[in-house]
């Protein structure tokens, strides 16, 4: 008899409903089957979209991958799971495991979930194999690590929403500039970029001769995008020897150790720890990170959208109501459409009216009241709203993050407050670019008297070294 052990999203790792690597799982397996005198075979099968072909795709996959031909005939299918149904259409006979067992114990999954919470009667109900291989490799601390983690998602990223092409296509077109902006500050030595996305710095710093001795390292949270990267270094992209990646959300704990990083690269990064984690308490944990594993006469520099100096004043904002259409009232189910849908309906408001949809949609709550023609509402609520009010193709992302939570003299303050010292280099600029062609020909700015103000500053630029005498 040979027991055949599907092992199903073995693609996935590193994220709340798969936290263990496939090749762990595969260990602790192959374990079990010498210690219990079981001859198996260990099949892993690629995550895929909801389909009730699973039971075929997944006997196929076992084909392909063994030359099994697992039929009714042949094999009986032992699973817990609504997916034993799918088996049974097809004919197999189930043995349903726990689901036959009066009372039902626990499964697997709520083992996992009582060695996140810390609970060491897992060891009672999990095999000695499988308590071998977490010990090991120090899967228990990984586990509970991503499972507890309050930022990223079950799959593995900051947001189900994002669609992952369209910020890959974004992040490299801007990669150059951002590189250009940072080149000059950079320190030879260990670099690392904390958010890499799919390496698109790195490229660039990878050609440059003053690097070839540098470790380049690249961190990223998101699974598509990590895997992006592994991908792009398989295929010699990176002439450096020397470039690693990473797959790890630096909330979780410590990366790198003590004072072994000479540069930390961030791009775009800290609006969405502020955002997807606890706001400033996360943020001010991120830098501490970053500064402990900071090198003496290392450096921090951080690029990042940035709220406006004096973000809580109130404002009046005139917004366009002739370039789309203006319903009723905004809508209140946005979540249960299509990202088609959605992009097709806020795509077709009008300004004023995709300021009400924001308001309804935004996660960080602002007030906003008609003053005539205009409404009154904060700076950085308005900021908020028109630096986002054209990703229409992304609308149930971009309205979970919060670009303007922090003002330039905020951020002096953390830096400051972790131990970095802000480099005369640091400072905000406003992208005239999208001042000019996404915000000016659809809304003007005044004070709440009726004077006119100009648009304020949209990004920063933080050079933070840590002293040597630290």
Not at 202 to 228: F, K, M, N, Q, T
Not at 313 to 331: E, F, H, I, S
Not at 423 to 431: E, F, H, I, L, Q
């Amino acid at each position: 008899m040979t027991i055949v052990w599907a092992v199903t999203s073995a693609n996935h790792e590193n994220t709340k409903r798969n936290p263990v690597p496939y090749h762990r799982r595969e260990a602790a397996i192959e374990r079990f089957s010498v210690l219990a005198g079981l001859r198996s075979v260990v099949v892993p099968v690629f995550d895929t979209a909801p389909t009730d072909r699973f039971a075929e795709v997944t006997l196929k996959t076992i084909t392909v991958a063994t030359g099994l031909e697992l039929t009714p005939a042949n094999t009986v299918v032992a699973c817990s799971t609504p997916v034993a149904g799918l088996y049974a259409a097809l004919g197999f006979r189930i043995a349903g495991v726990e689901a036959e067992s009066e009372p039902v114990p626990a499964r697997p999954w709520d083992v996992l979930l009582r060695l996140a919470a810390g609970d060491e009667g897992w060891r009672e109900l999990a095999h000695p194999a499988t308590a071998d291989v977490f010990d090991r490799y120090r899967l228990v601390e990984s586990v509970r690590t991503v499972v507890n983690d309050p930022v990223v998602g079950d799959e593995g990223g900051l947001t189900a929403t994002r669609n992952y092409r369209t910020y890959v296509e974004a992040f490299a077109d801007s990669a150059a500039r951002k590189w250009q902006q940072v080149e000059q500050h950079v320190r030879p030595g260990r670099i690392v970029d904390i958010g890499c996305g799919a390496g698109a710095v790195l490229e660039l710093a990878d050609r440059e001769p003053a690097l070839r001795e540098s470790d380049l390292i690249g961190v990223e949270v998101a699974r598509h995008l990590y895997e992006e990267c592994v991908h792009k270094k398989a295929q010699g992209v990176f002439a450096n020897a020397n470039v690693f990646f990473y797959r790890r959300n630096v909330l979780g704990g410590a990366i790198f150790p003590p004072r072994s990083i000479d540069t930390t690269l961030t791009f775009a990064l800290t609006h969405e720890i502020w955002s997807y984690g606890d706001r400033w308490a996360s943020l001010r944990r991120f830098a501490q990170a970053i500064y402990d594993h900071t090198a003496p006469g290392g450096v921090w520099i951080n690029s990042d959208v940035c709220g406006p100096d004096g973000r809580d004043r109130p404002v009046r904002l005139t917004l366009d109501d002739t370039d789309g259409d203006n319903p009723p009232a905004p809508r209140t189910d946005l979540a249960g459409l299509s990202a088609a849908q959605v992009a097709a309906y806020v795509g077709g408001l009008s300004t004023r009216a995709r300021l009400e949809q924001f308001a309804v949609d935004f996660r960080f709550p602002f007030r906003h009241s008609p003053a005539g023609a205009a409404v009154e509402l904060t700076l950085g609520a308005a900021m908020d709203f028109l630096t986002r009010k054209d990703y229409a193709d992304n609308w149930l992302s971009e309205v979970q993050e919060q670009f303007c939570g922090l003002e330039y003299a905020d951020w002096k303050s953390l830096l400051a407050d972790v131990g970095f010292e802000v480099d005369p280099a640091s400072g905000t600029s406003r992208n005239d670019w999208i001042i000019d062609n996404r915000i000016a020909p659809t809304a003007t700015l005044s004070t709440v008297d009726g004077q006119p103000l100009d648009w304020p500053v949209t990004h920063v630029l933080l050079v933070a070294r840590r002293p040597f005498n630290t």
